[in-house]
Each structure stands twice: as C-alpha cells, then as structure tokens.
C-alpha cells in the first residue's frame, strides 16, 4: 500500500483483505484505487473484493477478459491519486497482458519513483515465463528480458522496486534473491534479466532451469478473472472422534497441522502430515484434489485459523471441518501409528539389503547430486505413481526434510513401510552414503 497521508493506493492484495482493512484504518486514509499488475497463477486476489468493500476504482488491462467492471488501462496511462501519480508500463512476459505501476509523489521532486513490478522484475531474477501457455514459454521469455530492460532504462538507480512474489516463490525462476528491498540499481548488478546481456543465452538458461510448479495455479486465473466473492473466515465445523474416523475410512484428507517430528512419533493412522508453516497451503494446493473435503486437525484453535486464512488465498474457501487439542483428546479411539524419523548417519548405519533410499526431491535438484542406487519420485507425482516405487522399506528424503516428512506420511497412507529421514541432503556424503 502507498498513500500520500490522506489517500491511498493497494496494489496485488491478497484474498484476506482484513488485514489491508486494519493498516487503512490504522493509517486513517481512504484507498482511492487498487491496482492488479496481472491475473494472477498463484493466489486467489483480494482487489475485486477490497475495491468492492472501500468504493475504490479497481485497475486492470484492459485487454484481460474478465468478468467485472473494473478501470481498464493500458501501456502509457496515467492515473492520479491525491498527490500521487501512476504510469503504466506493459511489461509482458509472467503473463502477456502484465503491467508494472510507476508512482511517483509529485510534492516531492527529490523522492525517487517507486515501482511495483508484481511477477516482472524480481530480487534478483524475473517471473516465470511458463504459466499462461507452454507453447509461448520461449516467445514470453524473450518478452520478459525487453521489460526487464525497460524498466531498468526508464527508472533512476535510487527507484525502489517492490514485486509481487518474493523469495521462494514457484512463480520466481533463476536465482532469486532475498532480503525486504531493493533498487533499480541493486537489481543493475545481480538480476538474472539486467546482468546477462545475451538475450538468448538469458532465455535458454531460464527455460533450461523452469522447475515444476503446484498444481492448484490452473485454477487462480480463471477465479480472478471471474471476479473472487468474499472469503468465509468463520471457524470451520468442529468435528468429533467419530467425525474423523469416518473421514479417514471414506478415503477423505484429515490434515495434521502438527511439527513433523511430533507427528513421526505419534499420529491418527490414515492422516497426513503437512505442517503447519510458509509453505502450507502451497503443498497442500499441490498434492490435495481440487476440491476435494479437507479436514485438519491441530494443537490449538489459532493454527486452525492459521491454516485457514492461507487457504482462502489459493481458493480453498471452506474446510470440512476441524479438531484441535491434545492428540489423546483428539484421536479418542482412533487407531495410531508411527514411524521411525532418522538422520543420514543412521541410514548409513541402519540401511539393509531390500531397503531403499527415496528421494523426493524435483528433478532439478537431483541432477545437481543423488545417492546411489537411490529411487527418485518428486513429491508433486508421488500419488500417481505409487505403483511404480519399487517394493521395500522406503527411506525417504529431500533437501531439508520438509517434503520428505509428507511424502513419508503419503506412503504411510497408503500402506507403504516408511522411515523419515529428517537431515539436509548437503549431510549424505559426510555420513559415508555413496553420492554422484
């Protein structure tokens, strides 16, 4: 959000719109406009509702066809905003029809623009360039290094730059950086875009190093160009022992918001374990069907809330329901289980003959080292190619231990030996595993 002290601009918010809600009136400031950079792959947009709710205009290209009245504008437009000026620049390439906000505070001459680049210009790198279609990845790379470059010659070195997607995000490619800031003249030195000045060697490594993306953005652009209603943030049904034993009999996901160690050592058997964290509802967006009932269960109310607001930002509006408390309390009679959570030094010592080492890593991480004789399934496919792991006890793994606690817990599920292995892959070779 920027505002000049009475009015104010909020561009590319997300579905909880309360907490935009919270800063205006904390601020006491009236959002005048909302502006979209682009319909967006990853999340379910808060702008139609936010716009809604203040009154405010609510800025879109012109040129995506969506389903709602909004303030068309296009490459060159200007908009004025108290004492606030946006320009709009075409900068295709995340998507075609996206567009980057230059704002700039015309009562203060010596203050550099400000410009919000949603999925264009990153900290170090760009937006991926394979969502909208992949028949167009190459043609909308070449497109993405143009706007890059345009953005660099037309803004001062002292111009911060704010995009929508940070560090870790899917919707990133190359080698993104971290950190809460950045300048044009930051992005100048280190941007995978502004540092290569071959064009096609930038737009062969980029596609050469596109990864796997979760499997709920196919559904984001057609919810925003719809026009996303209002999320529901009322808790969800609570539900009974009983409840969940029918849950888990029906085949449904009962998800264990609990830390992953906790879960290794005692859980409802039938349940899955995605932890509760900054990448919760992105891996559960992934692996989940589309649509399909959820059920989470949890130490406290607050993680059930938790879990809940970042759902209804990839369209998960409602939950099944949900349990929290002790999981004495919370299991009652239900059947539970466990299995065993090691690190590398223990495979090493604990790994027989008919074991095998699984690793769930994506491909690309794989192709960088891999433990011989090791099996390879990324978590992303692990449900729909159970048949093909080979039989064995299945020691599981990725880089750090976060997907592998899921993906242990999706063959557990499904009737598979499992033990964890809870360490950094960087720890294999030190404890004597053989790798390449």
Do not use: K
């Amino acid at each position: 959000m920027v505002h000049d002290g009475s009015h104010a601009i909020v561009i590319d918010p997300q579905r909880d719109i309360d907490r935009v809600l919270n800063v205006v009136a904390r601020l006491e400031v009236g959002v005048d406009v909302v502006l979209e950079t682009h319909i967006h792959n990853d999340y379910v947009t808060g702008g139609y509702e936010l716009a809604r709710r203040v009154g405010a205009r609510y800025v879109v290209n012109g040129e995506d066809q969506v389903a709602f009245e909004r303030t068309p504008v296009r490459d060159g437009d200007t908009l004025q905003v108290g004492d606030l000026r946006v320009d709009v620049v075409a900068t295709p390439g995340h998507t075609v029809t996206h567009l980057a906000f230059v704002i700039t505070n015309i009562t203060a001459p010596d203050c550099p623009p400000a410009v919000f680049t949603g999925g264009s210009l990153l900290y170090g790198s760009v937006g991926r360039t394979d969502l909208v279609d992949p028949a167009r990845t190459v043609e909308l790379t070449h497109a993405q290094y143009h706007s890059a470059h345009r953005l660099a010659d037309l803004l001062p070195d002292d111009a911060p730059v704010y995009p929508t997607h940070g560090f870790g995000s899917f919707c990133s490619s190359g080698s993104a950086a971290g950190g809460q800031d950045s300048t044009i003249g930051i992005e100048r030195g280190r941007n995978d875009a502004l540092v290569t000045q071959n064009e096609q060697e930038f737009v062969d490594t980029l596609v050469a190093n596109l990864t796997a993306y979760p499997a709920y953005y196919a559904h984001m652009a057609p919810l925003n160009l719809a026009g996303p209603g209002v999320p529901d943030l009322n808790p969800p049904r609570e539900v009974d022992a009983a409840d969940l034993a029918n849950s888990i009999r029906a085949g449904e996901w009962v998800i264990d918001l609990r830390d992953r160690t906790a879960y290794a050592a005692d859980h409802i058997e039938g349940t899955v374990s995605i932890a509760l964290g900054a990448q919760f509802a992105t891996y559960v967006g992934w692996l989940a069907p589309w649509g399909a009932p959820l059920t989470v269960i949890a130490d406290t109310p607050q993680q059930v809330t938790d879990a809940q607001r970042q759902l209804i930002r990839i369209g998960v509006d409602q939950l099944a329901g949900a349990r929290s408390g002790d999981l004495d309390q919370v299991a009652a009679d239900a059947p539970r289980t466990s299995y065993p959570r090691v690190n590398f030094a223990e495979v090493a010592a604990q790994a027989g003959p008919g074991d095998v080492i699984l690793d769930v890593r994506r491909d690309d991480e794989r192709a960088q080292g891999y433990i011989h004789d090791s099996a390879h399934v990324p978590l992303s496919d692990l449900l729909t190619r159970l048949e093909d792991l080979p039989p064995g006890r299945l020691w599981v793994h990725c880089a750090s231990g976060f997907r592998a606690s899921i993906g242990a817990s999706l063959l557990a599920r499904a009737g598979r030996d499992v033990v964890y292995i809870d360490d950094d892959y960087d720890h294999a070779h030190a404890a004597g595993l053989p790798t390449a």
